[in-house]
């Protein structure tokens, strides 16, 4: 088990290939002033549509850390102020989105979520109503799985089967 005052470096130090996974390169931002969380993964794959993304963080998080598949669309944003706030709410860790977020500047005062994405952009989702929950979804070469752990700082993020 890890320490409490881990880091990815850390992490890869100790286990190199060992069980975890990274990316080989970490092109998403941090928008929150919490750039160092962790926790069990749920996911969401959707495009464009952040229907299932609203529902999910509006429900206890338990330390969950959300990862949205918007499959690197930057067209609309799946994550805004207010349902952030609502994953704050809801004892969420973070949110992890293969796509964009919209209100950076609210969410960049936010302390107690983590906030990783591509970038950002002012339009708002389209609500159809589409989108998997807690299905395996694959972006930067890493398969998240739901129930794995996720541990994701400044320098990028782990993936790991079981807590470590």
Known sequence: MISSDWSCADICDAKGDDGVLYPDSF?????????KFFGQIRTVS???????????LATEGKGYVLV????????RALLGDLIAGSAVTNNWSGVL????????????????????????NPRKSERK????????????????????????????????????
């Open 27 to 35: 092109p998403f931002r941090h928008f929150s002033k919490c750039s």
């Open 46 to 56: 959707c495009f464009e549509d952040n229907s299932r993304v609203k529902e999910i």
């Open 68 to 75: 949205v598949d918007g499959q690197a669309s930057q067209k």
């Open 97 to 120: 989105i293969n796509g964009a977020i919209r209100d950076a500047h609210a969410v960049s005062m936010m302390e107690h979520l983590g906030v990783v994405a591509l970038g950002t």
């Open 129 to 164: 109503g589409q989108g998997l929950v807690d299905v395996d979804v694959t972006f930067n070469e890493v398969t998240f799985r739901p129930a794995d752990w996720i541990y994701v700082d400044t320098d990028g993020f782990i993936v790991s089967r079981s807590k470590l």
